[in-house]
């Protein structure tokens, strides 16, 4: 796709201007009203939760040298919510730091405001959130809508938009536990619409962002690799666009971390806080290969840290691998899409310190997916919110995660066309038996009653997280389900002519 594609998809979203217009302001609407609800470690001293570290980080960047963020010093004790994730997410709290010091003083005042929860300061710490998602998440999903889907029925791209901006997680998370997911994985949208478009470049850079931003951007790391390489290798002088690629990347992040380049030991000290081994293979109980095998292996008992990061390590890169050869050897837009799902699988299932939000990072390209696996992603959306019910029913998030996860399902039955022979109800109908509808029948049924005794019932009091134990394998089981299906997918994908005829032309 050039420049042509480009115009197209501008008249598109010129045409419907009232369509996006609508989603866009009733997706803000639903981040609003679920801002409105409590927030991790609200009220709960000493440490609290995310909502006072993201505070924290404003008030560190704010008050103390930028060589000294990552460094334990007298203003920084990094015992309580030391930062760690990359420079860009320092610099995120600094600009937003600056802003609470010029409306709300005391909220970063340097030592005093730990724990600082009055009602402006919450309120302006919401509107961080928002207007990040709004800047940066909100036109990158518009840019791939129209770039990607780029001549499909105008109702299917409407409601492709809804459910990409709707997904209830990414919602939950942000506007209700707090973080800033909406920043790393809008710059992951706008990079892949970039490399859609044969901006290369400006993709290299939007996805250097993406990782300078949250380090768990690296879950997506091998399929860009690979598709990029192969293109590269498709094209003339592939040695020549190879390293044009990694130039860019490289001055990408020598402009990010420029003021901690001045010595050895000062990249070492963030290095060190990007990859904490001390706090072992996972935490909580998350949905991923070494927290639901610990049931029959006691992984922190029997190995030490390191060798379980090597144990993590491979089984990461075993998992990403068919994977990367597929789009190395044959890369395609769709066949991207689905090596961005299962890269991210492989490291959500496999990798080191996962945690329950990590789930994001699959969601991500399963939900831009949405018009070529629906079924995919609304099975995925709802195991994931499963995987995702324990911890937030700590955070008092109970009522917004029926209310959204029931919101998503309304919008995902929403009465459209989607398939040349029929709705989409009857599209999926006819790629399921019978035999698996019962099954599946059956499995939600299951979900509905477990959430109902976890919300209600009190455990036995030998196994107290039995109902987490419970929902991490329930979970864990359809991931693991799903991630062999999209394997097997992308390798079975047909060559995409259409989407994969500019790996002959240069990078632009």
């Given at each position: 796709?050039?420049?042509?594609?480009?115009?197209?998809?501008?008249?598109?979203?010129?045409?419907?201007?009232?369509?996006?217009?609508?989603?866009?302001?009733?997706a803000f609407l639903i981040r609003v009203l679920v801002s409105l609800h409590p927030y991790s470690g609200a009220g709960n001293p000493p440490l609290y939760g995310d909502y006072e570290a993201q505070r924290h980080w404003m008030e560190i960047t704010v008050h103390t040298p930028v060589k000294e963020w990552y460094r334990n010093t007298t203003d920084?004790?990094?015992?309580?919510?030391?930062?760690?994730?990359?420079?860009?997410?320092?610099?995120?709290?600094?600009?937003?730091?600056?802003?609470?010091?010029?409306?709300?003083?005391?909220?970063?005042?340097?030592?005093?405001?730990?724990?600082?929860?009055?009602?402006?300061?919450?309120?302006?710490?919401?509107?961080?959130?928002?207007?990040?998602?709004?800047?940066?998440?909100?036109?990158?999903?518009?840019?791939?809508?129209?770039?990607?889907?780029?001549?499909?029925?105008?109702?299917?791209?409407?409601?492709?938009?809804?459910?990409?901006?709707?997904?209830?997680?990414?919602?939950?998370?942000?506007?209700?536990?707090?973080?800033y997911n909406c920043i790393s994985l809008g710059l992951t949208v706008g990079a892949i619409a970039a490399v859609f478009s044969t901006r290369e470049l400006v993709a290299c850079v939007l996805f250097c962002l993406a990782l300078n931003h949250k380090q768990m951007s690296a879950y997506y790391a091998p399929a860009f690799f690979a598709h990029l390489?192969?293109?590269?290798?498709?094209?003339?002088?592939?040695?020549?666009?190879?390293?044009?690629?990694?130039?860019?990347?490289?001055?990408?992040?020598?402009?990010?971390?420029?003021?901690?380049?001045?010595?050895?030991?000062?990249?070492?000290?963030?290095?060190?806080?990007?990859?904490?081994?001390?706090?072992?293979?996972?935490?909580?109980?998350?949905?991923?290969?070494?927290?639901?095998?610990?049931?029959?292996?006691?992984?922190?008992?029997?190995?030490?840290?390191?060798?379980?990061?090597?144990?993590?390590?491979?089984?990461?890169?075993?998992?990403?691998?068919?994977?990367?050869?597929?789009?190395?050897?044959?890369?395609?837009?769709?066949?991207?899409?689905?090596?961005?799902?299962?890269?991210?699988?492989?490291?959500?299932?496999?990798?080191?310190?996962?945690?329950?939000?990590?789930?994001?990072?699959?969601?991500?390209?399963?939900?831009?997916?949405?018009?070529?696996?629906?079924?995919?992603?609304?099975?995925?959306?709802?195991?994931?919110?499963?995987?995702?019910?324990?911890?937030?029913?700590?955070?008092?998030?109970?009522?917004?995660?029926?209310?959204?996860?029931?919101?998503?399902?309304?919008?995902?039955?929403?009465?459209?066309?989607?398939?040349?022979?029929?709705?989409?109800?009857?599209?999926?109908?006819?790629?399921?038996?019978?035999?698996?509808?019962?099954?599946?029948?059956?499995?939600?049924l299951f979900l509905v009653m477990l959430h109902v005794l976890y919300l209600f019932v009190q455990p036995p009091t030998r196994y107290p997280f039995i109902f987490e134990a419970v929902i991490t394998a329930c979970a864990f089981s359809q991931f693991a389900i799903l991630a062999i299906y999209t394997n097997i997918k992308q390798w079975r994908l047909?060559?995409?002519?259409?989407?994969?005829?500019?790996?002959?032309?240069?990078?632009?």
């Amino acid at each position: 796709m050039g420049s042509h594609g480009d115009s197209s998809s501008l008249v598109w979203v010129l045409d419907k201007k009232f369509a996006i217009f609508s989603t866009v302001a009733f997706a803000f609407l639903i981040r609003v009203l679920v801002s409105l609800h409590p927030y991790s470690g609200a009220g709960n001293p000493p440490l609290y939760g995310d909502y006072e570290a993201q505070r924290h980080w404003m008030e560190i960047t704010v008050h103390t040298p930028v060589k000294e963020w990552y460094r334990n010093t007298t203003d920084n004790n990094l015992s309580y919510w030391g930062l760690d994730y990359p420079p860009l997410t320092a610099y995120q709290s600094y600009s937003h730091g600056l802003a609470l010091q010029a409306l709300d003083p005391q909220s970063v005042a340097l030592h005093t405001s730990r724990g600082y929860e009055t009602r402006r300061s919450k309120l302006l710490m919401r509107w961080t959130v928002l207007t990040s998602d709004a800047i940066i998440f909100f036109p990158a999903a518009l840019y791939f809508i129209a770039v990607y889907y780029n001549g499909r029925k105008d109702e299917d791209l409407v409601w492709a938009h809804a459910l990409i901006l709707l997904q209830p997680c990414a919602i939950l998370i942000d506007h209700g536990h707090f973080q800033y997911n909406c920043i790393s994985l809008g710059l992951t949208v706008g990079a892949i619409a970039a490399v859609f478009s044969t901006r290369e470049l400006v993709a290299c850079v939007l996805f250097c962002l993406a990782l300078n931003h949250k380090q768990m951007s690296a879950y997506y790391a091998p399929a860009f690799f690979a598709h990029l390489l192969g293109k590269c290798l498709h094209r003339q002088n592939p040695f020549f666009n190879v390293i044009r690629l990694g130039l860019i990347v490289l001055g990408t992040f020598t402009v990010v971390w420029w003021p901690f380049l001045y010595s050895k030991e000062a990249i070492l000290e963030v290095l060190a806080r990007l990859a904490p081994l001390e706090r072992g293979i996972y935490e909580d109980y998350v949905s991923s290969f070494w927290c639901c095998t610990s049931l029959l292996i006691k992984w922190k008992q029997r190995f030490s840290m390191s060798t379980l990061s090597y144990f993590a390590l491979g089984a990461t890169l075993t998992a990403s691998l068919p994977s990367m050869v597929q789009q190395i050897s044959a890369p395609s837009h769709r066949g991207f899409l689905y090596a961005l799902l299962n890269s991210s699988f492989a490291f959500y299932l496999f990798s080191y310190q996962v945690h329950e939000k990590s789930v994001l990072l699959p969601l991500l390209p399963a939900s831009l997916l949405v018009l070529d696996e629906p079924f995919l992603f609304k099975w995925l959306t709802i195991n994931s919110m499963l995987s995702m019910y324990p911890l937030l029913r700590r955070d008092g998030l109970t009522i917004c995660y029926i209310a959204l996860l029931f919101l998503f399902i309304l919008m995902y039955y929403a009465p459209m066309q989607s398939k040349e022979d029929g709705s989409r109800s009857n599209y999926i109908a006819q790629r399921f038996p019978k035999f698996w509808w019962a099954l599946i029948s059956f499995y939600t049924l299951f979900l509905v009653m477990l959430h109902v005794l976890y919300l209600f019932v009190q455990p036995p009091t030998r196994y107290p997280f039995i109902f987490e134990a419970v929902i991490t394998a329930c979970a864990f089981s359809q991931f693991a389900i799903l991630a062999i299906y999209t394997n097997i997918k992308q390798w079975r994908l047909p060559i995409d002519k259409a989407h994969s005829s500019d790996v002959k032309e240069k990078v632009n």
